[in-house]
Each structure stands twice: as C-alpha cells, then as structure tokens.
C-alpha cells in the first residue's frame, strides 16, 4: 500500500548522506579558518595589546570584588515575572476557544504570581537601601 505520513518509502543509511556531507563541510570549514588565522595572522605581542579592554575606559581597581545579593535577586525576580508574561501569549490568542474554564485557569495562574509578588514585597526583596 502506500506509505503513510510518518513512514519513509526507503529507509536506508543513504538517505543521511546529504546530513552527513554538509556537517563535514561545516566542521572543516570552521577547523580551516581557525587554523588558517593562526598560521597566517601577525604576532605582535605588545604591552597594549595584552592589557585588558574595558570598553576605552581604563581599569580601576579589582575586578574580583563581590557584588551585592541584590542584583542577582532583581535579576531572578525579573526573570520569574518575565517569563510570567511569556505564559499569557498563547492564552490571548486562543481566548475565545479556552472559554470560561480557560479564563478560570488564568485567574488563578495569576493569583499565584500575585501572592508571591506580595511574599517578596513583604520580604524587602525589592529595597535597596543598606
């Protein structure tokens, strides 16, 4: 009979040649120019090209100290609530065909997020004075 969707008419390590041949061509093509760039790029090694580059301003003290716990919160929390955001696209888009259950869903996904908001406002997560 013939063959349905998810079914190959031949199934044959042929077929992978195409895939193969083209990640052999990628790989070398990337281990060619590394090498070449190596082999024919100047060396000059120089104080000023050696030192570090901070985007033409020049370096002031240790780049070892420790940041504040406070950033990297404001960082996840704004990451949480961001990816919070992601989760309503596919709710307006099919909002009509979800229907009252769909909007019920929605309500208490947000109650969540808003009792965890309300958690980290209560915390002081959010306060920057020291």
Avoid at 47 to 62: D, M, R, T, Y
Wanted: aromatic residues 16%.
């Amino acid at each position: 009979m013939f063959p349905t969707l998810f079914q190959a008419a031949t199934s044959s390590p042929v077929n992978y040649l195409p895939v193969v041949l083209q990640l052999l061509v990628g790989i070398g093509f990337v281990v060619l120019t590394l090498v070449a760039s190596s082999l024919l790029g100047p060396k000059r090694r120089t104080h000023e090209k050696l030192a570090n580059f901070e985007s033409g301003i020049p370096a002031v003290g240790n780049a070892r100290q420790p940041l504040a716990v406070k950033y990297f919160l404001v960082a996840i929390l704004f990451v949480l609530f961001d990816v919070e955001v992601i989760f309503f696209y596919p709710y307006a888009v099919n909002f009509r065909a979800l229907g009252t259950d769909g909007f019920l869903a929605v309500l208490m996904f947000v109650a969540f997020f808003f009792c965890g908001f309300i958690y980290i406002l209560k915390k002081g997560a959010l306060k920057w004075e020291d």
